[in-house]
């Protein structure tokens, strides 16, 4: 083909050098160049312009020009030479067709390359978020809903939520059974308590007394304002090894939030007024709150004696904070077995197990 391509610029520079000769020798010339033309075209294309008859002609002439001028002077008919497309179109069509399958190829390489460093990328991302969670620590516990027996009992508080840890960890736990106390002259606890608005709840885990504000004990220089008292079954705290019937914790906070609870023991005698007065204002349903329009006195709840045991322990339930005053009354008060039993109804058993001393000091009034 370039050899034919490469004669047909020939003739074509001689064919167009040839035309500016006299007229005699243009018949000949019309012919052949007519039929090398024909024969030509095919090959022709854009090349031999820039090729072939540029190089040969010595100028870089459009490619048709040489042909159209050639054929035209020689009286040519170039519409009428159509039948010689079709083999130019062909050469045109395969080159096109070689030029669109190397884009094609280069498009699709191009594309396969980008996905392989996408699926690289993506394995690499998929590795290392596998990698991160590997290293990560287990999600965090965070259960609310405790109990006194089974699974959520007390021997799992600290696994049902992480801020519960201390009810496990912890050293200074409550209650404790309270023996070889140090007596010693313990200094009063006074108190300034005052007949005061109140509601009642049961929370679920007990029946709660909430006071209204006002009510103080002083004890170690620090004055603790009672928030609210309520009742277990039986008494969380032993004295020496011996359990009572039931118990109130009077939980009183200072005003740097040190919490000090006041125990008071309960045994079967005779009926107990401000006791009473809680059972009275019971709400029907567990949850609701009740806001009586009467006052409670909690002075009614204290015993005669003022002797008490004293040593640092923690709230008896979750989340089982430390650093807790706790203040235990030696004498018990007495309650009606009525206000026991029904008490007993709501919740037979609401008391936490005995925690180790753990060799703390515990103080008593001589
Ligand atoms: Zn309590």
Redesign the pocket.
């Known amino acids: 083909m370039r050899n034919l391509i490469a004669l047909t610029a020939c003739w074509l520079a001689i064919a167009a050098a040839g035309a500016a000769d006299p007229a005699p020798y243009a018949p000949p010339l019309t012919k052949m160049a007519q039929a090398n033309i024909n024969n030509i075209r095919p090959s022709n294309p854009q090349p031999i312009g820039g090729s072939g008859a540029g190089a040969a002609s010595g100028t870089a002439t459009g490619a048709g020009a040489p042909t159209a001028t050639g054929a035209a002077k020689f009286g040519a008919k170039p519409a009428a030479k159509a039948p010689a497309a079709p083999k130019l179109s062909e050469r045109e069509r395969e080159e096109q067709a070689e030029a669109e399958l190397s884009a094609k190829i280069a498009e699709r390489l191009a594309q396969m390359r980008a996905n392989q460093a996408a699926r690289a990328a993506a394995a690499a991302q998929a590795r290392k978020a596998a990698a991160i969670k590997a290293a990560a620590p287990p999600p965090r516990a965070n259960g609310t809903h405790w109990g006194y027996e089974g699974e959520f009992g007390p021997a799992n508080w600290s696994k049902i939520n992480a801020d519960w840890a201390k009810c496990s960890t912890g050293n200074r736990q409550s209650p404790i059974d309270i023996r070889d106390g140090m007596k010693v002259d313990l200094e009063q606890i006074t108190f300034d308590y005052r007949p005061s608005s109140f509601n009642v709840q049961d929370n679920g885990h007990?029946v709660q007394v909430t006071m209204g504000g006002g009510n103080f004990l002083s004890v170690g220089n620090r004055m603790y304002e009672l928030v609210q008292f309520?009742f277990?079954r039986p008494s969380?705290e032993r004295i020496n090894g011996k359990g009572f019937e039931m118990v109130v914790?009077l939980v009183h906070k200072d005003g740097e939030g040190r919490l000090a609870?006041l125990a008071l023991l309960l045994e079967r005698g005779k009926p107990q007024p401000a006791i009473q007065t809680v059972w009275n204002n019971l709400p029907l349903e567990k949850g609701d709150v009740t806001a009586p329009s009467i006052v409670l006195d909690p002075n009614d709840l204290l015993p005669q004696r003022r002797d008490y045991y004293t040593y640092m322990g923690s709230l008896?339930?979750p989340p089982c904070t430390e650093n807790v005053l706790w203040l235990v009354m030696k004498e018990p008060v007495q309650a009606s077995p009525a206000q026991m039993a029904l008490f007993s109804r709501l919740y037979p058993l609401n008391s936490r197990p005995i925690q180790p001393a753990s060799g703390r000091i515990i103080k008593e009034s001589m």
Do not use: D, L, N, R
Request: aromatic share 0%; net charge negative.
């Open positions: 007990t309520h277990h969380e914790h609870v008896t339930t």
